[in-house]
Protein backbone atom coordinates (compact mmCIF):
# COMPACT_ATOMS: atom_id res chain seq x y z
CA UNK A 1 0.00 0.00 0.00
CA UNK A 2 1.02 3.47 -0.83
CA UNK A 3 0.85 6.61 0.97
CA UNK A 4 -0.16 10.09 -0.79
CA UNK A 5 -0.85 13.61 0.73
CA UNK A 6 -4.17 15.65 0.84
CA UNK A 7 -2.51 18.27 -1.37
CA UNK A 8 -1.66 15.72 -3.87
CA UNK A 9 1.98 17.19 -4.91
CA UNK A 10 3.44 14.69 -3.27
CA UNK A 11 5.41 11.42 -4.61
CA UNK A 12 3.83 8.18 -3.05
CA UNK A 13 5.57 6.96 -0.27
CA UNK A 14 6.19 3.41 1.79
CA UNK A 15 4.30 3.16 5.18
CA UNK A 16 8.09 3.06 7.16
CA UNK A 17 8.62 6.54 5.71
CA UNK A 18 5.47 8.01 6.00
CA UNK A 19 6.17 6.91 10.18
CA UNK A 20 8.69 9.35 10.40
CA UNK A 21 7.00 12.26 8.98
CA UNK A 22 5.33 15.05 10.41
CA UNK A 23 3.66 17.05 6.91
CA UNK A 24 3.88 15.84 3.68
CA UNK A 25 6.33 18.26 1.99
CA UNK A 26 3.57 20.20 0.10
CA UNK A 27 1.86 20.72 3.13
CA UNK A 28 -1.03 18.19 3.35
CA UNK A 29 -1.71 15.05 5.76
CA UNK A 30 -0.16 11.73 4.86
CA UNK A 31 -2.72 9.07 4.03
CA UNK A 32 -3.30 5.83 2.37
CA UNK A 33 -4.17 5.73 -1.46
CA UNK A 34 -7.41 3.95 -0.35
CA UNK A 35 -8.91 2.78 2.81
CA UNK A 36 -8.79 -1.33 2.66
CA UNK A 37 -12.39 -2.47 3.63
CA UNK A 38 -13.18 -5.82 4.86
CA UNK A 39 -16.59 -7.81 4.50
CA UNK A 40 -18.78 -9.68 7.16
CA UNK A 41 -16.77 -12.73 6.97
CA UNK A 42 -13.53 -11.09 8.34
CA UNK A 43 -15.07 -9.32 10.84
CA UNK A 44 -16.51 -13.13 12.38
CA UNK A 45 -13.21 -14.15 12.09
CA UNK A 46 -11.81 -10.54 13.80
CA UNK A 47 -14.85 -10.59 16.46
CA UNK A 48 -12.51 -13.28 18.16
CA UNK A 49 -9.08 -11.92 18.55
CA UNK A 50 -7.19 -10.92 21.55
CA UNK A 51 -6.08 -7.43 21.16
CA UNK A 52 -2.54 -7.93 19.90
CA UNK A 53 -4.53 -10.32 17.38
CA UNK A 54 -6.37 -7.86 16.26
CA UNK A 55 -4.51 -4.95 15.87
CA UNK A 56 -2.01 -7.20 14.16
CA UNK A 57 -4.79 -7.98 11.32
CA UNK A 58 -5.80 -4.33 11.04
CA UNK A 59 -2.57 -3.15 10.71
CA UNK A 60 -0.67 -5.26 8.53
CA UNK A 61 -3.57 -4.08 6.07
CA UNK A 62 -1.62 -0.60 6.46
CA UNK A 63 1.77 -1.34 6.91
CA UNK A 64 2.73 -3.74 3.92
CA UNK A 65 5.93 -2.85 3.48
CA UNK A 66 7.15 -4.24 7.58
CA UNK A 67 7.51 -8.28 7.24
CA UNK A 68 4.54 -9.96 8.94
CA UNK A 69 6.95 -11.52 11.77
CA UNK A 70 8.69 -7.67 12.85
CA UNK A 71 5.09 -6.07 12.56
CA UNK A 72 3.74 -8.97 15.00
CA UNK A 73 6.84 -8.16 16.91
CA UNK A 74 6.38 -4.64 17.37
CA UNK A 75 2.84 -5.22 18.37
CA UNK A 76 3.35 -7.93 20.65
CA UNK A 77 5.58 -6.02 22.52
CA UNK A 78 3.59 -3.03 22.85
CA UNK A 79 0.05 -4.19 23.63
CA UNK A 80 0.46 -6.10 27.29
CA UNK A 81 -1.55 -6.34 30.21
CA UNK A 82 1.70 -4.79 31.82
CA UNK A 83 2.23 -1.50 29.76
CA UNK A 84 -1.93 -1.39 29.83
CA UNK A 85 -2.81 -2.76 33.23
CA UNK A 86 -4.93 -5.54 31.47
CA UNK A 87 -5.37 -8.19 28.96
CA UNK A 88 -8.29 -6.51 27.42
CA UNK A 89 -6.29 -3.38 26.95
CA UNK A 90 -8.82 -1.20 26.28
CA UNK A 91 -11.74 -2.62 28.96
CA UNK A 92 -15.41 -1.18 28.12
CA UNK A 93 -17.82 -1.26 30.93
CA UNK A 94 -21.22 -0.20 30.87
CA UNK A 95 -22.65 2.66 32.32
CA UNK A 96 -26.76 2.26 31.48
CA UNK A 97 -28.08 -0.47 29.27
CA UNK A 98 -27.32 1.74 26.00
CA UNK A 99 -24.16 3.36 26.99
CA UNK A 100 -20.94 2.47 27.49
CA UNK A 101 -17.21 3.62 28.24
CA UNK A 102 -14.40 2.69 26.92
CA UNK A 103 -11.30 2.70 28.53
CA UNK A 104 -8.66 3.97 26.64
CA UNK A 105 -6.82 5.57 29.42
CA UNK A 106 -5.12 2.49 30.86
CA UNK A 107 -1.68 3.33 29.88
CA UNK A 108 1.63 4.82 31.73
CA UNK A 109 0.54 8.52 31.31
CA UNK A 110 -3.29 8.02 31.98
CA UNK A 111 -4.56 8.84 29.01
CA UNK A 112 -5.55 7.63 25.48
CA UNK A 113 -2.74 8.59 23.63
CA UNK A 114 -0.65 6.08 25.05
CA UNK A 115 -2.78 3.43 23.13
CA UNK A 116 -1.59 4.70 20.20
CA UNK A 117 1.89 6.33 20.97
CA UNK A 118 3.23 3.44 23.10
CA UNK A 119 3.26 1.77 19.14
CA UNK A 120 5.12 4.62 17.53
CA UNK A 121 7.74 4.52 20.16
CA UNK A 122 8.30 1.02 19.78
CA UNK A 123 7.71 1.18 15.42
CA UNK A 124 10.21 3.85 15.49
CA UNK A 125 13.07 2.12 16.72
CA UNK A 126 12.34 -0.22 14.16
CA UNK A 127 11.96 1.28 11.73
CA UNK A 128 15.07 3.26 12.68
CA UNK A 129 17.43 0.53 12.98
CA UNK A 130 16.47 -0.86 9.80
CA UNK A 131 17.51 2.56 7.80
CA UNK A 132 20.36 3.30 10.14
CA UNK A 133 19.38 6.07 11.16
CA UNK A 134 18.69 8.39 14.00
CA UNK A 135 16.03 10.73 14.73
CA UNK A 136 15.99 14.15 17.07
CA UNK A 137 12.52 14.42 18.45
CA UNK A 138 11.41 18.17 19.42
CA UNK A 139 7.98 18.84 20.67
CA UNK A 140 5.79 21.45 22.43
CA UNK A 141 3.48 20.48 25.16
CA UNK A 142 0.89 21.46 27.52
CA UNK A 143 0.17 18.56 29.07
CA UNK A 144 -0.94 14.71 28.15
CA UNK A 145 0.86 14.61 24.55
CA UNK A 146 4.57 15.39 26.12
CA UNK A 147 4.10 12.90 28.46
CA UNK A 148 2.59 10.26 25.94
CA UNK A 149 5.78 10.94 24.30
CA UNK A 150 8.20 10.76 26.77
CA UNK A 151 7.07 7.38 28.18
CA UNK A 152 6.78 5.62 24.42
CA UNK A 153 10.43 7.03 23.47
CA UNK A 154 12.34 6.69 27.18
CA UNK A 155 15.23 4.74 26.46
CA UNK A 156 14.73 3.73 22.77
CA UNK A 157 17.73 3.40 20.69
CA UNK A 158 18.64 6.09 18.15
CA UNK A 159 16.03 8.59 18.96
CA UNK A 160 16.97 11.66 21.71
CA UNK A 161 13.68 13.44 22.21
CA UNK A 162 13.66 17.54 23.55
CA UNK A 163 10.31 18.21 25.02
CA UNK A 164 9.08 21.80 25.53
CA UNK A 165 6.58 22.83 28.35
CA UNK A 166 5.62 26.05 29.05
CA UNK A 167 7.53 27.16 32.78
CA UNK A 168 4.59 26.68 35.68
CA UNK A 169 1.66 26.15 33.49
CA UNK A 170 1.08 22.48 33.82
CA UNK A 171 -0.74 20.45 36.55
CA UNK A 172 1.43 19.51 39.46
CA UNK A 173 0.72 15.69 37.97
CA UNK A 174 1.05 16.46 34.59
CA UNK A 175 4.89 18.13 35.62
CA UNK A 176 5.66 15.08 37.98
CA UNK A 177 4.92 12.84 35.18
CA UNK A 178 7.09 14.26 32.55
CA UNK A 179 9.54 15.90 34.95
CA UNK A 180 10.49 12.81 37.18
CA UNK A 181 11.86 10.45 34.34
CA UNK A 182 15.27 9.43 34.18
CA UNK A 183 16.23 8.38 31.21
CA UNK A 184 19.34 9.90 28.97
CA UNK A 185 17.67 10.29 26.33
CA UNK A 186 14.64 12.67 27.55
CA UNK A 187 15.29 16.37 27.76
CA UNK A 188 12.41 18.09 29.37
CA UNK A 189 12.73 22.00 28.64
CA UNK A 190 10.67 24.99 30.51
CA UNK A 191 10.16 27.75 28.80
CA UNK A 192 9.78 31.06 30.62
CA UNK A 193 6.55 31.38 28.53
CA UNK A 194 3.38 30.05 27.17
CA UNK A 195 2.20 27.14 25.12
CA UNK A 196 1.99 29.08 22.13
CA UNK A 197 6.01 30.30 22.63
CA UNK A 198 6.97 26.28 23.25
CA UNK A 199 5.29 25.60 19.73
CA UNK A 200 6.73 29.09 18.05
CA UNK A 201 10.38 27.32 19.19
CA UNK A 202 9.71 23.86 17.48
CA UNK A 203 8.62 25.61 14.66
CA UNK A 204 11.76 27.73 14.16
CA UNK A 205 14.23 25.02 14.69
CA UNK A 206 12.18 22.71 12.19
CA UNK A 207 12.60 25.72 9.39
CA UNK A 208 15.99 26.09 9.98
CA UNK A 209 16.54 23.47 7.34
CA UNK A 210 20.52 23.49 7.74
CA UNK A 211 19.36 22.38 11.78
CA UNK A 212 16.81 20.21 10.68
CA UNK A 213 19.01 18.24 8.09
CA UNK A 214 21.85 18.09 11.05
CA UNK A 215 20.09 16.55 13.78
CA UNK A 216 17.12 14.61 11.51
CA UNK A 217 14.73 16.63 13.68
CA UNK A 218 10.95 15.06 13.87
CA UNK A 219 8.07 14.92 15.58
CA UNK A 220 4.98 12.96 16.84
CA UNK A 221 2.33 15.05 16.75
CA UNK A 222 -1.02 14.48 16.27
CA UNK A 223 -0.56 14.38 12.19
CA UNK A 224 1.33 11.82 12.72
CA UNK A 225 -0.29 8.48 10.39
CA UNK A 226 1.32 5.69 12.45
CA UNK A 227 -0.92 7.46 15.43
CA UNK A 228 -3.90 7.52 13.85
CA UNK A 229 -3.41 3.67 12.59
CA UNK A 230 -3.08 2.57 16.14
CA UNK A 231 -6.34 4.17 17.23
CA UNK A 232 -8.55 2.80 14.69
CA UNK A 233 -8.08 -0.92 16.47
CA UNK A 234 -9.88 0.14 19.59
CA UNK A 235 -12.88 1.14 17.47
CA UNK A 236 -13.20 -2.41 16.50
CA UNK A 237 -12.55 -3.96 19.89
CA UNK A 238 -14.97 -1.85 21.30
CA UNK A 239 -17.73 -3.02 18.38
CA UNK A 240 -17.36 -6.24 19.32
CA UNK A 241 -17.17 -5.79 22.76
CA UNK A 242 -20.76 -4.65 23.06
CA UNK A 243 -22.33 -6.33 20.20
CA UNK A 244 -23.08 -10.77 19.74
CA UNK A 245 -23.17 -10.18 16.02
CA UNK A 246 -22.45 -7.93 12.57
CA UNK A 247 -26.06 -6.73 12.13
CA UNK A 248 -26.26 -4.41 15.03
CA UNK A 249 -24.84 -0.70 14.72
CA UNK A 250 -23.23 1.01 17.24
CA UNK A 251 -22.13 4.73 18.08
CA UNK A 252 -19.17 6.37 18.96
CA UNK A 253 -18.91 9.59 21.28
CA UNK A 254 -15.22 11.09 21.31
CA UNK A 255 -14.77 14.43 23.26
CA UNK A 256 -12.57 15.85 20.29
CA UNK A 257 -9.52 18.37 20.00
CA UNK A 258 -7.58 17.86 17.07
CA UNK A 259 -9.77 15.20 15.34
CA UNK A 260 -7.10 12.48 15.60
CA UNK A 261 -8.99 10.24 17.80
CA UNK A 262 -12.32 10.12 15.96
CA UNK A 263 -10.91 10.61 12.13
CA UNK A 264 -9.69 6.63 13.39
CA UNK A 265 -13.51 6.02 14.07
CA UNK A 266 -14.29 7.49 10.89
CA UNK A 267 -12.00 5.18 8.75
CA UNK A 268 -12.49 2.05 10.93
CA UNK A 269 -16.21 3.28 9.49
CA UNK A 270 -14.90 3.72 6.35
CA UNK A 271 -13.39 -0.21 6.41
CA UNK A 272 -16.74 -1.97 6.84
CA UNK A 273 -17.20 -1.62 10.56
CA UNK A 274 -21.40 -0.76 11.44
CA UNK A 275 -20.82 2.28 13.30
CA UNK A 276 -24.15 4.08 13.40
CA UNK A 277 -23.13 7.79 14.24
CA UNK A 278 -19.57 9.07 15.13
CA UNK A 279 -20.42 11.80 17.55
CA UNK A 280 -18.07 14.46 18.01
CA UNK A 281 -17.55 16.22 21.29
CA UNK A 282 -16.24 19.88 21.82
CA UNK A 283 -15.59 21.63 24.61
CA UNK A 284 -15.95 25.70 24.16
CA UNK A 285 -13.70 25.98 21.49
CA UNK A 286 -16.06 24.60 19.55
CA UNK A 287 -14.82 24.95 15.46
CA UNK A 288 -15.82 21.25 15.32
CA UNK A 289 -19.24 21.44 16.57
CA UNK A 290 -20.10 23.94 13.82
CA UNK A 291 -18.47 22.84 11.10
CA UNK A 292 -20.62 19.47 11.99
CA UNK A 293 -23.93 20.99 12.66
CA UNK A 294 -23.81 24.17 9.99
CA UNK A 295 -20.79 23.29 7.69
CA UNK A 296 -18.55 26.31 8.04
CA UNK A 297 -15.14 26.19 9.31
CA UNK A 298 -13.82 28.80 11.10
CA UNK A 299 -10.55 28.73 13.06
CA UNK A 300 -10.00 30.39 16.35
CA UNK A 301 -7.57 33.07 16.47
CA UNK A 302 -5.72 33.05 19.96
CA UNK A 303 -7.30 35.50 21.41
CA UNK A 304 -10.49 33.58 20.95
CA UNK A 305 -8.84 30.10 21.89
CA UNK A 306 -10.21 29.71 25.24
CA UNK A 307 -8.78 28.10 28.12
CA UNK A 308 -10.93 25.63 29.69
CA UNK A 309 -11.38 22.69 32.34
CA UNK A 310 -10.83 20.20 29.55
CA UNK A 311 -7.96 21.37 28.43
CA UNK A 312 -6.95 18.83 26.12
CA UNK A 313 -9.36 19.73 23.63
CA UNK A 314 -8.41 24.04 23.85
CA UNK A 315 -7.50 24.05 19.98
CA UNK A 316 -7.51 26.68 17.88
CA UNK A 317 -7.99 24.35 14.48
CA UNK A 318 -7.81 20.86 14.18
CA UNK A 319 -5.17 19.32 12.91
CA UNK A 320 -6.31 16.48 11.75
CA UNK A 321 -9.57 17.30 9.73
CA UNK A 322 -7.83 17.58 6.56
CA UNK A 323 -7.95 13.71 5.98
CA UNK A 324 -11.69 13.74 5.94
CA UNK A 325 -12.64 17.17 4.21
CA UNK A 326 -9.86 15.34 1.64
CA UNK A 327 -12.30 12.71 1.30
CA UNK A 328 -15.28 14.53 1.19
CA UNK A 329 -14.28 16.42 -1.49
CA UNK A 330 -13.92 13.18 -3.48
CA UNK A 331 -10.06 13.81 -3.35
CA UNK A 332 -10.00 17.38 -4.64
CA UNK A 333 -6.36 17.87 -3.27
CA UNK A 334 -6.11 21.26 -5.27
CA UNK A 335 -9.11 22.51 -3.42
CA UNK A 336 -7.87 21.05 -0.46
CA UNK A 337 -5.25 23.03 -1.01
CA UNK A 338 -6.74 26.01 -1.66
CA UNK A 339 -8.99 25.69 1.09
CA UNK A 340 -6.58 24.54 3.92
CA UNK A 341 -3.84 27.28 2.56
CA UNK A 342 -6.68 29.86 3.74
CA UNK A 343 -7.27 28.27 7.10
CA UNK A 344 -3.35 28.89 7.51
CA UNK A 345 -3.73 32.23 7.62
CA UNK A 346 -7.05 32.19 9.61
CA UNK A 347 -9.43 32.01 6.85
CA UNK A 348 -12.64 29.65 7.16
CA UNK A 349 -14.12 27.93 4.72
CA UNK A 350 -18.23 26.52 3.81
CA UNK A 351 -19.20 23.25 2.75
CA UNK A 352 -22.64 23.69 3.76
CA UNK A 353 -23.57 22.40 0.38
CA UNK A 354 -22.40 19.03 1.21
CA UNK A 355 -23.69 18.67 4.65
CA UNK A 356 -25.77 16.19 3.90
CA UNK A 357 -23.24 13.94 3.33
CA UNK A 358 -21.27 14.79 6.28
CA UNK A 359 -24.31 13.81 8.17
CA UNK A 360 -25.50 10.92 6.57
CA UNK A 361 -22.97 9.66 4.19
CA UNK A 362 -20.09 9.46 6.73
CA UNK A 363 -22.48 9.88 9.74
CA UNK A 364 -21.01 12.38 11.67
CA UNK A 365 -22.87 14.30 14.58
CA UNK A 366 -21.65 17.36 16.85
CA UNK A 367 -22.35 18.65 20.27
CA UNK A 368 -20.63 20.93 22.47
CA UNK A 369 -20.39 20.98 26.38
CA UNK A 370 -19.06 23.59 28.77
CA UNK A 371 -17.33 24.30 32.42
CA UNK A 372 -20.47 23.89 33.79
CA UNK A 373 -22.30 20.67 32.11
CA UNK A 374 -18.86 18.91 32.54
CA UNK A 375 -19.12 19.29 36.43
CA UNK A 376 -22.76 18.47 36.26
CA UNK A 377 -21.85 15.32 34.19
CA UNK A 378 -19.16 14.46 36.52
CA UNK A 379 -21.56 15.23 39.55
CA UNK A 380 -24.07 13.35 38.37
CA UNK A 381 -22.68 10.30 37.07
CA UNK A 382 -20.75 9.66 40.80
CA UNK A 383 -24.06 10.43 42.35
CA UNK A 384 -26.19 8.10 40.46
CA UNK A 385 -23.51 5.19 39.65
CA UNK A 386 -20.18 5.74 41.72
CA UNK A 387 -17.89 6.30 38.79
CA UNK A 388 -16.01 8.94 38.54
CA UNK A 389 -14.84 10.38 34.99
CA UNK A 390 -12.35 13.38 33.94
CA UNK A 391 -13.56 16.37 32.23
CA UNK A 392 -12.73 15.29 28.82
CA UNK A 393 -15.05 12.12 28.58
CA UNK A 394 -17.42 14.09 30.90
CA UNK A 395 -17.62 16.52 27.47
CA UNK A 396 -18.40 13.13 25.08
CA UNK A 397 -20.67 11.79 27.46
CA UNK A 398 -23.10 15.15 28.15
CA UNK A 399 -23.00 15.25 24.28
CA UNK A 400 -24.10 11.48 23.62
CA UNK A 401 -26.60 11.81 26.20
CA UNK A 402 -28.14 15.08 24.16
CA UNK A 403 -28.15 13.75 20.57
CA UNK A 404 -29.18 10.05 21.67
CA UNK A 405 -31.74 8.79 19.00
CA UNK A 406 -34.33 5.70 20.27
CA UNK A 407 -32.59 2.67 20.43
CA UNK A 408 -28.95 4.04 19.91
CA UNK A 409 -26.36 2.06 21.51
CA UNK A 410 -23.45 4.71 22.26
CA UNK A 411 -19.89 4.10 23.28
CA UNK A 412 -18.24 6.89 25.06
CA UNK A 413 -14.21 7.20 24.97
CA UNK A 414 -12.68 7.65 28.01
CA UNK A 415 -9.64 9.47 27.06
CA UNK A 416 -8.12 10.15 30.22
CA UNK A 417 -8.58 9.12 34.43
CA UNK A 418 -10.19 11.84 36.78
CA UNK A 419 -6.62 11.52 38.90
CA UNK A 420 -5.11 13.79 35.93
CA UNK A 421 -7.18 16.45 36.46
CA UNK A 422 -8.24 16.20 40.29
CA UNK A 423 -8.79 20.35 40.54
CA UNK A 424 -11.66 19.90 38.18
CA UNK A 425 -13.20 16.31 39.75
CA UNK A 426 -13.40 18.00 43.16
CA UNK A 427 -14.66 21.02 42.18
CA UNK A 428 -17.92 18.75 40.81
CA UNK A 429 -17.79 16.66 43.65
CA UNK A 430 -16.38 18.23 46.94
CA UNK A 431 -13.45 16.81 48.44
CA UNK A 432 -12.46 13.17 47.66
CA UNK A 433 -9.87 10.88 47.41
CA UNK A 434 -8.93 10.10 43.81
CA UNK A 435 -8.12 6.69 43.06
CA UNK A 436 -4.75 5.93 41.11
CA UNK A 437 -2.90 3.15 39.76
CA UNK A 438 -0.17 2.05 41.79
CA UNK A 439 2.47 2.75 39.33
CA UNK A 440 2.31 6.71 39.82
CA UNK A 441 1.66 6.24 43.62
CA UNK A 442 3.77 8.81 45.41
CA UNK A 443 4.71 10.66 41.72
CA UNK A 444 4.66 13.87 42.67
CA UNK A 445 7.22 13.12 45.60
CA UNK A 446 10.00 12.00 43.60
CA UNK A 447 13.03 14.43 42.30
CA UNK A 448 12.33 16.38 39.09
CA UNK A 449 14.60 16.81 35.99
CA UNK A 450 13.87 19.83 33.56
CA UNK A 451 15.98 22.69 32.50
CA UNK A 452 14.33 26.64 32.39
CA UNK A 453 15.37 28.43 29.75
CA UNK A 454 14.51 32.30 28.38
CA UNK A 455 12.40 32.04 25.35
CA UNK A 456 14.53 32.20 23.05
CA UNK A 457 14.72 29.26 20.03
CA UNK A 458 18.84 29.81 19.86
CA UNK A 459 19.39 28.35 23.30
CA UNK A 460 16.98 25.05 22.74
CA UNK A 461 19.36 24.96 19.61
CA UNK A 462 22.51 25.02 21.89
CA UNK A 463 20.66 21.89 23.81
CA UNK A 464 20.14 20.06 21.23
CA UNK A 465 23.88 20.51 19.65
CA UNK A 466 25.32 19.44 23.57
CA UNK A 467 23.51 16.69 23.87
CA UNK A 468 22.88 14.97 21.08
CA UNK A 469 26.66 15.57 19.97
CA UNK A 470 27.44 14.24 23.26
CA UNK A 471 25.76 11.24 22.89
CA UNK A 472 27.09 9.89 18.90
CA UNK A 473 28.54 6.73 19.06
C1 LIG B 1 -5.65 14.76 23.10
C2 LIG B 1 -6.85 14.61 23.94
C3 LIG B 1 -8.16 14.79 23.42
C4 LIG B 1 -8.42 15.22 21.99
O1 LIG B 1 -8.09 14.22 21.08
P1 LIG B 1 -7.93 14.56 19.52
O2 LIG B 1 -7.38 13.34 18.91
O3 LIG B 1 -6.95 15.73 19.47
O4 LIG B 1 -9.26 14.95 19.00
C5 LIG B 1 -9.23 14.58 24.27
N1 LIG B 1 -9.06 14.25 25.55
C6 LIG B 1 -7.83 14.08 26.09
C7 LIG B 1 -7.71 13.74 27.53
C8 LIG B 1 -6.68 14.25 25.31
O5 LIG B 1 -5.45 14.08 25.85
Known amino acids: MKYISTRGQTAPMDFSDVLLMGLAPDGGLMLPEHYPTVDNEVLKEWRHLSYPELALAIMQRFATDIPHADLKDIIDRTYTADVFGSDDIVPVRKLEDDLYILGLSNGPTLAFKDVAMQFLGNAFEYVLKRQGARITII????GDTGSAAEYALRGKENIEVFMLSPHGKMSDFQRAQMYSLTDDNIHNIAIDGMFDDCQ?????????????????????????????????????????????????????????????NICAGHIAREMGLPIGRLIVATNENDVLNDFFNQGAYQPRTTDKTYVT?????????????????????????????????????????DLSDVLEAVNTRYGFAAGKSTHADRLQTIKSLYETYSELVDPHTADGIKVAKELQQNGEVIICAETALPVKFADTIIEAVGQIDIERPAHTEGLEELPQHVIVLDNKAELVAKQIRQHVTANLP
Open 139 to 142: GATS
Open 200 to 260: DIVKALQQDAEFKAAYNLGTVNSINWGRILAQIVYYFKAYFAVTNSNDERVSFSVPSGNFG
Open 309 to 349: SSPSMDISKASNFERFVYLLLEKDSARVHELFEGVKSGQGF
